[in-house]
């Protein structure tokens, strides 16, 4: 996985003002080059510091507007308020096998780290991914 510094700071910024709430968001580019170059906001239904639901209306709309332009959907991201950026017992439970999920750790000074995580298909193990940024 391979993303601009641009986006990396735009997820930067979307975890700190989101904060104490989780932000989320849905990650677009091009998955044949594991490429991310684009972040949709689509709103948290929940508006909580523990969970995230993005509205499945929106998300449709996201998915059809990528693929209009040439993208695919490659992730989710999240941010975890006050809390480690490792997958949670129900973000496992939820994730899609083979997509990626980034999980941003954030307090409110700011995003602390950010780590990217999928879900084999094979037998649902979780597992944390490699990701570039430049």
Not at 59 to 86: M, Q, R, T
Not at 110 to 134: F, H, N, P, S, W
């Amino acid at each position: 996985m391979r993303m601009s510094k641009e986006l990396f700071l735009r997820l930067a910024l979307i975890s700190r003002n989101q904060y104490p709430n989780e932000a989320c968001g849905i990650l677009l580019g091009n998955s044949e080059t594991s490429r991310v170059d684009t972040v949709c906001e689509p709103r948290n239904i929940f508006k909580t510091a523990d969970e995230f639901e993005i509205d499945s209306l929106a998300y449709l709309k996201i998915e059809k507007c990528a693929e209009k332009n040439g993208k695919d959907v490659v992730g989710i991201f999240h941010s975890h308020p006050d809390a480690a950026a490792v997958p949670s017992e129900m973000d496992k439970q939820y994730m899609i096998p083979g997509l990626n999920y980034f999980i941003s750790s954030v307090d409110c000074t700011g995003m602390k780290q950010l780590k990217a995580y999928t879900r084999k298909a094979t037998d649902g193990e979780v597992i944390e991914l490699e990701y570039k940024v430049g």
